[in-house]
Nanobody
């Protein structure tokens, strides 16, 4: 079982920045595929960004504003969010993928409002 814990959410004004962090357990962290997803009220959960060992993927809505990175030594994955917009308001979840197994964190709330 992999434990996944997100942190770093909060309230920010439009145009502001936040960095989300996700800690995942396991000795084989470097083999995990890692992703950030979000779910706004009344909407389906959607992929925001994903990182494997060699590539990153972003939703069109966040390209150029968000940056996903990982630190295998610390077993952490980060989501740097810049130029935040009200439509980025959602609960953000970290997902760990290892072969056919998926593990989710409990989510962290991000609210973008003036």
């Amino acid at each position: 079982q992999v434990q996944v814990v997100e942190s770093g959410g909060g309230l920010v004004q439009p145009g502001g920045s936040l960095r989300l962090s996700c800690a995942a357990s396991g000795t084989i962290f470097r083999f995990y595929k890692l992703g950030w997803y979000r779910q706004a009220p009344g909407k389906q959960r959607e992929l925001v960004a994903r990182i494997t060992s060699g590539e990153t993927t972003y939703a069109d809505s966040v390209k150029g504003r968000f940056d996903i990175s990982r630190d295998n030594a610390k077993k952490m994955v980060y989501l740097q969010m810049n130029n935040l917009k009200p439509e980025d308001t959602a609960v953000y979840y970290c997902k760990v993928e290892y072969y056919n197994d998926n593990y989710w964190g409990q989510g962290t709330q991000v609210t973008v409002s003036s």
